[in-house]
């Protein structure tokens, strides 16, 4: 019963065949690719390659194989392996896998710093992260943050943190601050500089301030980290260890209290440990302040 039905497949593969016979030598056409492959067939016509719509369209010309290559010698031996296909597994080599796609893509909007980027120079190719029939926008072969995860594990473990920018939530993509295709800015962020990326969502933090906290003005990262933390609001560690890592020696140090110098001291004593450890409670506009005098500039309310 099997070989009477791959029998008659190929009766049918080969009248399929002939009916495109005009395609050039050593292309199948896709027709006969539909035969074998009906599901990868269906979600490619889902997909913007296929699509004759778009002008001077160069993907629809070959379809299938102007990514695979040509088929030919593939359905002849009814898909054995061998036969010269390229299937765009990880076995195959990076720099020819990412040719097919640039091939047609060198000049294409969404790519201009590939070249640069940390995914090309480690051997990431556009179809780790691409396919050519999975059904969904983009064709990616998973949704975001899946996608990142999969090679990702130690910012995934940082998404899952108890402050985190809520990106296993939905909220926020990984690509609304990376471009995964390369930037020009550090660590393929989507801007020049952390802060600058930052005030994209964050506005209010932009200031102009009156007075100006210089490590906020400087970079984000000296407080925060990005994707996650066990400290509350991304911060890179607890106030007021935080604090005190650059301010110890403050008139009112948050040090432990001694037998010496202790609540409450007398009005006269200067005892300078009177007030709780909780900087923040006091010092609110940490981020900076348009406050009057004093008070402004020491960011307290
Ligand atoms: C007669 C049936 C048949 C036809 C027609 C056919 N294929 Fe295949 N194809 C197969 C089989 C069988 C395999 C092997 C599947 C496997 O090993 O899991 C295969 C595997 C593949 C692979 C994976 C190759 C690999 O090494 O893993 C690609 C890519 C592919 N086909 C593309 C095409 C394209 C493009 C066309 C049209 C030009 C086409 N096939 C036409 C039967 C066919
Ligand atoms: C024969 C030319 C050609 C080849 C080969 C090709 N593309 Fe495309 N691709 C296009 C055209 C044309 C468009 C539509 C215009 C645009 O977005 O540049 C497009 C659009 C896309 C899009 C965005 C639209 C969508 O919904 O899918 C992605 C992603 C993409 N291609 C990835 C790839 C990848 C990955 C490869 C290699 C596996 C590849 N392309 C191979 C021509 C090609
Ligand atoms: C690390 C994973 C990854 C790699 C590697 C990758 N892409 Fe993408 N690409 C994505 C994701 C994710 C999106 C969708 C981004 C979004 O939703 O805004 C995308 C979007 C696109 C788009 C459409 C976006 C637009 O602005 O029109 C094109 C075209 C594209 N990729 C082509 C390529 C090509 C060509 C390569 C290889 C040179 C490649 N990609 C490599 C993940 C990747
Ligand atoms: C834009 C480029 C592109 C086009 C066009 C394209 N593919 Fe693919 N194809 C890929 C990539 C990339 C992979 C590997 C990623 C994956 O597993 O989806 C792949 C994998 C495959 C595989 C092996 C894995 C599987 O899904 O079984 C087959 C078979 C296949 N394609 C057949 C086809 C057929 C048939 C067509 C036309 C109807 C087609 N492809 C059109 C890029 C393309
Ligand atoms: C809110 C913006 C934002 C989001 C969302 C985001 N990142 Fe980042 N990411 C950054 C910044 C900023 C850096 C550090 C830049 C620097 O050190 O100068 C960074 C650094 C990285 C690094 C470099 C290694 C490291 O730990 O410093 C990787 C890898 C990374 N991000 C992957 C991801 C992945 C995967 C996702 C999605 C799950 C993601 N990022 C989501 C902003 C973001
Ligand atoms: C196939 C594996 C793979 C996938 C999928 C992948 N990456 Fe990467 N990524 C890497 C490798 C390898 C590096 C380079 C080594 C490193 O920094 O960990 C890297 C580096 C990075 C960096 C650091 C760049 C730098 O300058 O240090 C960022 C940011 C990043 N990836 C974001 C993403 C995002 C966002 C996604 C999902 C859209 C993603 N990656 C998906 C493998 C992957
Ligand atoms: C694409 C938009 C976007 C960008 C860019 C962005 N954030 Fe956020 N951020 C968010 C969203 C959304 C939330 C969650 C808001 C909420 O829960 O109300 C958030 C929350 C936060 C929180 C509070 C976390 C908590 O646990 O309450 C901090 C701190 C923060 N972001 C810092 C940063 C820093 C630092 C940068 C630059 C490295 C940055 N963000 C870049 C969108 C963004
Ligand atoms: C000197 C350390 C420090 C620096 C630098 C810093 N922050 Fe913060 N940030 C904090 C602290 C502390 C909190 C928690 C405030 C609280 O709990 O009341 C916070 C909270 C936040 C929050 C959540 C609460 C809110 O106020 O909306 C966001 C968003 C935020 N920071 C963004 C930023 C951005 C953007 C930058 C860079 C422009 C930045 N931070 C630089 C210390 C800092
Ligand atoms: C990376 C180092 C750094 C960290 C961390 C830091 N600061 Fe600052 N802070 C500075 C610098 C530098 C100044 C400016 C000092 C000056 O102008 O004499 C400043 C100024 C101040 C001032 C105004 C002092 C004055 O003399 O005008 C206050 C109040 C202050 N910081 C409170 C805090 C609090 C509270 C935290 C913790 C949430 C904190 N800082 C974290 C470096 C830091
Ligand atoms: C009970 C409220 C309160 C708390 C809690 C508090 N501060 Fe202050 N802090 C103030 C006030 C008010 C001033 C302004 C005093 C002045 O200018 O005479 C000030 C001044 C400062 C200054 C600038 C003056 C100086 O000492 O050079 C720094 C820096 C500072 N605080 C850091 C901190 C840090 C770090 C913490 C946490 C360990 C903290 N503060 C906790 C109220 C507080």
Known sequence: ???LFIFSLLVSVTAIFQQSAAADDDYAGIDVCRACHQKNYDNYLKSTHSKAAIPGNPANKNACESCHGPGLAHVQKAGAKGTGMIAFSKKENPEMRQARCLACHQDSTAVPFWNLSKHKINGVSCSDCHSGHSGTKNNL???EPALCFT???????QANKQSHH?????????TQCHDQHGS???KMVKADTVNELCFKCHAEKRGPFLWEHPPVAENCLTCHVPHGSNHGKLLSSKPPLLCQSCHDATRHPGTIYSRFETFPGSATSGKNRI????CLNCHTNIHGSMGPSVRGQRFVR
Do not use: Q
């Not at 809520?166 to 990984?174: A, N, Q, R, S, V």
């Not at 007030?275 to 909780?278: C, D, F, L, Q, T």
């Open 1 to 3: 019963m099997f070989s």
């Open 275 to 278: 007030i709780a450890r909780g």
């Open 141 to 143: 072969k998973m949704a």
């Open 184 to 186: 020009s800015g550090p």
């Open 166 to 174: 809520p990106m296993k939530e939905g909220l926020i993509k990984c």
């Open 151 to 157: 090679c990702h594990a130690d910012i995934k473990a």
